[in-house]
């Protein structure tokens, strides 16, 4: 038998020790940073989901307030409409500056305001008496709102900015909305048949402030450290991307134009329905509170269609995503134009509440894609107050054609049109924001 005879070079190997890489020893600081930074990312959109859930109260369960202010001062449907308008106005020039201030300071101080605005304003709610009391304590609730829409929208995406999962994180805090008229549309109207609206108002400011000055103290701006792992100088904005440059230029393109239109349009058809359903529904025969537990679901269905958003976008991309939101919506206004049983309000409230879902993440998700990231949240602001100031007389309008014709059937089926059109722009609006190619 041959004894294979080894070689001194041989020897040492084996009586070397095996050691392990030193990256496996030791993280290198830059995955570690990254770890803590990615627990930090999903605790801001914890925060930023709990400030959206506010908005679920202050835009969908008006309708629930309707009718009690309605019966308890006799006012017209227009009248009463004219409160919500009041806070729309003030909504539309807080989301404005609040997301001018979130592209230059800590978001912190921006809602610390927002939520003393809040506060205050539900509150004294509880002690109108007249028309313009509302309108005023309303008006001050809208300056305070503005803040929880552009605030946490731009946060969320100046922290995923680049990733994998940028679209979910942006789905789960859009949904927050319709948790919140999930939860709140109910509860309302609980409330109100127990205690009366007064004490609703002055209970629901004293939860608000508990949440959104809650969330306040979790939030934090985007480090440096993040900014340049996603590809940009430490000191400086993220990357600004997107289809159009930056500067004044985007606010005189047709893209910029698209985009106003259609979030226009998606506005103006959800401040209708939000304010007029469930009187609509009433008048046709269901109870208030079957009617309230469906504006509730309406929003709890646009749940799925937010985080749904997340997935779909990365295959049809966020201009297409839109697109079907808006036709998917227009056809949902069939079941509501043709109204006459529970299960007809229901399957609206799934339709509607599912693409409405869709809508509101893609429209988030379509101004990055097409602008970029630099100035996001003034283009949030910008472009959400002015969908709210032109929508901000759609519920009184809607009052008013339904006190003059006693029907809500015309208004249904212009909204029903707006949205079709939408759906085509929206379609398109990818084209319409690439730059021609010079021969």
Request: charged share 10%; aromatic share 12%.
């Amino acid at each position: 038998m041959i004894r294979a005879i080894a070689t001194p070079a041989a020897r040492r190997s084996e009586s070397a020790p095996v050691t392990e890489p030193i990256s496996s020893l030791n993280p290198s600081p830059e995955g570690t940073l990254a770890r803590q930074h990615r627990l930090q990312g999903w605790l801001i959109v914890g925060a930023c989901f709990c400030l959206t859930l506010t908005l679920g109260e202050t835009f969908w369960t008006f309708g629930v307030f309707f009718k009690p202010i309605q019966q308890e001062f006799g006012w017209s449907r227009a009248v009463v409409s004219s409160i919500f308008t009041a806070f729309l106005m003030g909504y539309s020039i807080s989301v404005i500056a609040s997301g001018r201030l979130v592209d230059r300071f800590n978001p912190q101080p921006v809602l610390l305001v927002s939520a003393l605005l809040i506060v205050a304003g539900l509150c004294l709610c509880s002690l109108g008496g007249a028309i313009n009391h509302f309108r005023a304590f309303l008006f001050i609730v809208g300056l305070g709102s503005g803040a929880t829409w552009a605030v946490p929208n731009t946060v969320v995406q100046r922290w995923f900015y680049g990733k994998k999962d940028a679209g979910i994180a942006l789905g789960i805090v859009i949904s927050g909305v319709g948790a919140g008229a999930l939860i709140f549309a109910p509860l309302i109207n609980f409330l109100i048949q127990n205690y009366g609206w007064r004490a609703t108002f002055l209970l629901l400011g004293i939860l608000f402030g508990m949440v959104v000055g809650g969330a306040t103290f979790v939030l934090r701006s985007v480090p440096s450290s993040l900014r340049a792992m996603a590809g940009g100088p430490e000191t400086a904005e993220l990357r600004p991307g997107g289809l159009i440059s930056a500067g004044n230029r985007r606010y005189a393109s047709w893209a910029f134009a698209a985009l106003v239109f259609v979030v226009v349009v998606g506005i103006f058809a959800f401040q209708v329905i939000s304010a007029h359903m469930v009187p609509y529904a009433t008048d046709e025969g269901i109870s208030p509170s079957a009617a309230a537990a469906a504006l509730g679901l309406m929003g709890g269905f646009s749940i799925p269609g937010r985080l749904l958003s997340g997935l779909l976008s990365a295959r049809l991309g966020w201009c297409r995503l839109l697109s079907l939101a808006y036709f998917g919506t227009a056809a949902s206004m069939l079941c509501l134009w043709w109204l006459r049983d529970i299960w007809m309000l229901h399957l609206f409230a799934f339709s509607y509440g599912l693409f409405h879902g869709m809508r509101v993440a893609a429209q988030m998700g379509v101004i990055p894609e097409i602008f970029g990231m630099r100035s996001l949240g003034e283009l949030i602001g910008i472009t959400t107050a002015a969908g709210q100031l032109i929508s901000s007389v759609a519920p009184y309008a809607a009052g008013a054609l339904f006190d003059a014709t006693g029907s809500y059937s015309l208004a249904f089926l212009f909204i029903l049109l707006l949205l079709t059109a939408a759906g085509v722009v929206a379609g398109f609006m990818k084209r319409i924001a690439a730059p021609k190619q010079r021969p």
